[in-house]
């Protein structure tokens, strides 16, 4: 098993990354239960809206990061 790093900017991106996936695990929930509880949505319909939201920002990537790459800027 592999060891974590001692020290820098690798070990500063690792618990970047778990606090990332922990911020989007809880707003994934807590957006569910609020659409369905709160608002009242079916929950298929809930679904099926952050799954379009979904797919939008994993299309929306490269066209973002290609203008991000730009040199010059």
Known sequence: ????????????????????????GLFNTAAVL??????????TQVGAGLTVAGLAGLAAGVPAANL????GR
């Open 68 to 71: 991000a790459d730009r040199p």
């Open 34 to 43: 609020y659409f369905t509880l709160v608002v009242h949505l079916p929950a």
């Open 1 to 24: 098993m592999p060891s974590a790093p001692d020290s820098g900017p690798q070990r500063a991106l690792i618990l970047a990354g778990f606090v990332n996936r922990v911020g989007n």
